[in-house]
């Protein structure tokens, strides 16, 4: 649950990108999705939330992420929380740090 959130004021079209470290302990491999919505952000923990864009990223070993996308059609003055689902695939436990996100409104 980041809870970063962006109201577009215009275009409706947003850059987002979420970058970070990450490693699963369980030595298989993690995946990281950027997602969107509106309402309550997800916390940290909850089940997969929002829409998913951009490509679901995944690593077998611990590695730094970055992932991005381009998401179009955003209603103007309407605040949207902007997230990732990040999971453990095939077992172990996923675990991300210094996750930095950037959201921004382009013209």
């Not at 999705?33 to 916390?43: E, K």
């Not at 997969?48 to 970055?66: H, I």
């Not at 996308?69 to 695939?89: C, Q």
């Amino acid at each position: 649950g980041l809870a970063r959130a962006i109201t577009p004021s215009g275009s409706g079209t947003v850059l987002i990108v979420i970058t970070g470290n990450a490693v699963n302990s369980g030595g298989t491999s993690y995946g990281a999705q950027i997602r969107y919505g509106t309402g309550t952000a997800p916390t940290n923990g909850d089940a997969l939330a929002g829409t998913a864009v951009g490509t679901l990223a995944s690593s077998n070993a611990p590695s730094n992420f970055c992932i991005a996308a381009i998401v179009t059609g955003l209603t103007p003055s309407t605040a949207y929380w902007v997230d990732f689902g990040f999971v453990a695939n095939g077992g172990g436990t996923a675990t991300a740090t210094s996750v930095n996100t950037i959201a921004y409104e382009l013209k």
